[in-house]
């Protein structure tokens, strides 16, 4: 009889110690799902990223009526660099505020030279994992082609691959209906391209003198779609 009583005893102290394993593995999973994000969530953790909005202050670079494109990319500069750093990258800006970067330096004679040597210097000295410049286009004749356009220069292969995961991302935009054009990358010739020792593109977002490109252009939301486009870009090429 107090054999039984004694098994009975085991038996019930299992059956509490088992319940409570499980109330405990229930809690544990309850706290796993609500912790707070941590950096190992951010993709871009650890990452250095210079994004460069083109022109400023003297320089406005191309224009159509009072619409400037030192102001563009200075506004799509803001916005990428907030998302990146949300993702955990340390971004840093070339410039960020409507100032020319000319003062910097007196390398060249050229004030425009000395403004294009100081964000090659900028991006050298910070040694990045990559770098993006902004920037929008603007060509004088009848044409058919518009849309953002990503140009690399070869010396480095790293360049070509991030110009074309970018330009995926791009031509993969739909707004209001609007779908970009299937654009290629291309071969450019830019300083900045030139003579940097780190990998990067120049983007070109638009045509400012092409009527839908400049309607996409001033509008916040598509500003924002591109630098979550550039972002997604950069993730598939890391």
Request: glycine content about 6%.
């Amino acid at each position: 009889m107090i054999l039984l009583i004694e098994k009975e005893k085991l038996f019930i102290l299992c059956c509490c110690c088992f319940i409570l394993s499980g109330i405990v593995f229930s809690m544990k999973d309850r706290i796993i799902t609500t912790m707070p994000i941590t950096s190992s969530n951010k993709p871009l953790q650890g990452r250095i990223i210079v994004v460069d909005p083109g022109h400023g202050g003297i320089d406005k670079g191309s224009s159509y009526e009072n619409i400037l494109e030192k102001d563009i990319n200075l506004k799509v500069g803001f916005k990428l660099k907030e998302l990146l750093t949300r993702q955990g990258a340390r971004v840093i800006m070339t410039r960020q505020s409507d100032t020319a970067l000319d003062h910097q330096n007196q390398t060249y004679s050229n004030r425009h030279k000395r403004d294009l040597q100081a964000r090659v210097d900028i991006i050298n000295q910070n040694q990045p994992d990559l770098f993006i410049s902004l920037h929008v286009n603007y060509f004088g004749r009848k044409f058919r082609i518009r849309g953002p356009i990503v140009f690399y220069q070869d010396h480095k292969a790293e360049n070509r691959v991030l110009a074309d995961k970018l330009q995926t991302r791009l031509n993969s935009i739909e707004y209001e209906g609007i779908e970009m054009l299937n654009n290629p990358i291309r071969k450019g010739d830019y300083f900045i391209l030139n003579n940097s020792k780190y990998p990067g593109v120049l983007v070109e977002m638009g045509f400012i003198n092409k009527e839908i490109d400049r309607w996409l252009l001033t509008h916040q939301q598509f500003q924002k779609l591109l630098t979550q486009q550039i972002y997604r870009g950069i993730l598939d090429y890391l």
